[in-house]
């Protein structure tokens, strides 16, 4: 008879083995069995022991890896080694554009770099609901939040300061088994921030990422607010950036910070000196295209394309060219010939409002008509106007959004 434990020999009347020791009464064994059947029979249940031991490490394993409050104490530590790219995996978002790990480590490292080994003596990560004088509202317990707080010590001050840490359990499960914890995203996420630039800029964030026109709203161009193009972004990062604008003729940095639902206007646009020089021969060439189109007694139709096509201003400024052409080719009155210059040095050029301003001095020599006693005689005259000429940038192209008449 061969032993069920060890698969020993032993004699037919034998109880107990004689090899392991094991009571054969208990159990029923074919005499006629090998010993290596025996023999398999107990590795099958060391595997089967084994297996149940590899599901209990994994249970426990991934309760213990999932846990919040450990989440927190591994954020907590993160944050004092400043590894922020291992916080990054605890963030339930895309590694994209304006939520990618590249911008979460860059907007760590501005709001969050005092909490490091090198500013502070000590920290630890609380659990308010552990209180017995907190509510589980007040302090996060519940089934779908939890809340902690990590309390430091300042090394320059020794105030103690306070950084909350609260976790949202995700739809599904982790590995199947484990409930999925990831950093609320009102935390660190601002959603549709919206940037307002003008016209045609382009806008990068951090020397970084770009705006695309993915982001770009359909409402871009409403008088009422000035020339902008209004770029929304879905989702970004709370925090300060630096923002460059940049146009064919200006330039502009700003530091904005990134809230929910929040906006910026980008301000501030120096105008390079050669779009200056550009935009004063344009007034002095405009002015002189638009007189002597009226002086001809021409159609508004053949200087429109100077001004920007929107339907209120072609309208309006319509009525006053043809107002003016009527006026200055009346017999008695009308002026024969005239030319346009820049006298003067004083010149400047101000972004506002999506819209460029150029500021000048402007001079007319002109031959006019002069009735006196019903003779009618020619004179020579001169005229020198302040104005203020306003305009915006279309594909490539300086348009007008409107005329002043000289005095003349």
């Avoid at 101000?350 to 004179?379: C, F, H, P």
């Amino acid at each position: 008879m061969f032993c069920g434990n060890c698969g020993g020999r032993n004699d037919d009347d034998a109880v107990f083995c004689e090899v392991c020791g094991e009571n054969l009464e208990q159990g029923q064994f074919d005499d006629n069995l090998p010993p290596d059947s025996h023999i398999q029979n107990k590795k099958k249940k060391a595997v089967i022991l084994a297996c149940v031991a590899g599901f209990v490490i994994f249970f426990v394993a991934g309760n213990v890896s999932t846990d919040p409050f450990r989440l927190a104490k591994t954020y907590a530590a993160a944050l004092y080694r400043q590894d922020y790219s291992s916080i990054y995996p605890l963030l339930d978002v895309k590694n994209t554009g304006f939520t990618s790990r590249k911008m979460f480590e860059k907007m760590l490292s501005k709001s969050v770099a005092h909490i490091s080994a090198g500013n502070i003596v000590n920290y630890e990560v609380i659990d308010p609901s552990r209180d017995e004088s907190s509510s589980r509202r007040s302090s996060g317990e519940n089934e779908l939040t939890k809340s902690y707080v990590m309390q430091y010590v300042l090394k320059d001050s020794g105030r103690t300061q306070t950084h909350r840490i609260t976790f949202i359990r995700q739809k599904g499960n982790k590995l199947f088994f484990f409930p999925k914890w990831t950093i609320a995203n009102n935390s660190v996420i601002a959603n549709n921030y919206s940037i307002r630039v003008p016209s045609g800029a382009t806008v990068t964030f951090d020397d970084n990422v770009r705006l695309g026109k993915e982001y770009l709203s359909d409402d871009t161009t409403d008088r009422s607010l000035g020339y902008y193009d209004t770029y929304v972004i879905p989702a970004i990062f709370i925090g300060e950036y630096e923002v460059q604008a940049s146009l064919p003729y200006a330039t502009a940095k700003q530091n904005i910070r990134a809230s929910n639902n929040g906006s910026a206007t980008i301000e501030g646009f120096g105008i390079k000196d050669d779009s200056v020089n550009e935009l004063i021969k344009k007034v002095v060439d405009n002015h002189q295209k638009i007189y002597s189109a009226a002086i001809s007694g021409r159609a508004f139709k053949e200087v429109s394309n100077l001004f920007i096509s929107d339907d209120s201003i072609q309208q309006n400024t319509e009525k006053q060219y043809d107002s003016f052409r009527e006026n200055i080719t009346r017999e008695g009155n009308r002026i024969l010939k005239i030319n346009f210059s820049n006298p003067s040095s004083s010149r400047q050029a101000n972004v506002q409002q999506g819209t460029v301003i150029v500021s000048m001095t402007l001079k007319a020599d002109y031959t006019r008509e002069n009735t006196s006693w019903n003779n009618v005689s020619t004179v020579e005259r001169s005229a020198q106007n302040s104005i203020r000429v306003q305009f915006v940038y279309r594909n490539g192209q300086w348009y007008q959004t409107g005329w002043s008449i000289l005095r003349v």
